[in-house]
């Protein structure tokens, strides 16, 4: 004869986790998140210099955008954080560095009268401290690379100077400058930033408050 079946069927019950579990998985997943937007989506950065007065401070915090240039080059006029080039490798630079870009692929440069002249045209840098850009002299450039404590002399090639005559930019290269024209170490001294050296790019500054906000956009450079 069946039995009737309980309206209230039992169940196993699983046990409980304890709470030192639950915390784990949420650090363990919050580390996980944090350390997969830092390297493929975005990080912080803060500026250390005057180089790029007056649009960045030193101090300035910036988030910098790591999926742009996945989808599209990197246009004249963005601001880029990039790891070291050869030459500054070799002058044992390990530090990211951030930049403006002047020149992309195809693009003639050269420094004439005081000004950027960008395919035959000179440009009208309105971001740029108010100070000629003119090329550093090779002590100049020479001094910097000491003051990384590395002999300049050291350094093979030697240093050059890389608008003393106009060039050309090659594919998937870069030129990018300081908007303090007189007080940047950028690529006058040693050339052109490849495009596997591309951290991303600068786009909002979050810190100091007053100044909180996108970066401004700044493609008013000739040729755009």
């Known amino acids: 004869m069946q039995q009737p079946q309980s309206p209230h069927p039992k169940t196993t019950e699983q046990p409980e986790e304890s709470w030192w579990v639950e915390v784990a998985k949420t650090v363990g997943l ?25 649009t960045l401070q030193i101090d300035d915090r910036l988030i910098i955008d790591k999926i742009t240039y996945r989808f599209r080059d990197p246009e004249r006029g963005d601001i880029v954080v990039f790891n ?8 044992k630079f390990k530090e990211a560095f951030i930049k403006r870009v002047i020149g992309i692929p195809g693009d003639r440069i050269e420094i004439k009268d005081s000004l950027v002249w960008v395919n035959n045209r000179p440009t009208q840098e309105n971001y740029t401290a108010k100070e000629p850009t003119n090329n550093p002299s090779p002590e100049t450039c020479g001094n910097n690379f000491k003051t990384n404590e590395v002999d300049s002399k050291e350094i093979d ?11 050309t930019i090659p594919n998937n290269h870069y030129l990018v400058l300081g908007d303090n024209r007189g007080n940047s ?28 906000g996108s970066l401004p956009d700044a493609h008013e450079v000739a040729g755009n």
């Open 84 to 91: 070291p080039t050869e030459s500054l490798k070799r002058a």
């Open 185 to 212: 170490y950028d690529g006058r001294c040693w050339g052109l930033v490849a495009h596997d050296d591309l951290v991303g790019q600068a786009i909002f500054r979050f810190w100091p408050f007053d100044r909180i």
């Open 30 to 54: 919050s580390l996980l998140l944090a350390f997969g937007i830092r390297t493929f989506v975005a990080e912080a950065r803060y500026i250390p210099s005057e180089s790029m007065v007056p």
């Open 157 to 167: 090639p030697p240093i050059p100077i890389f608008l003393e005559v106009p060039q």
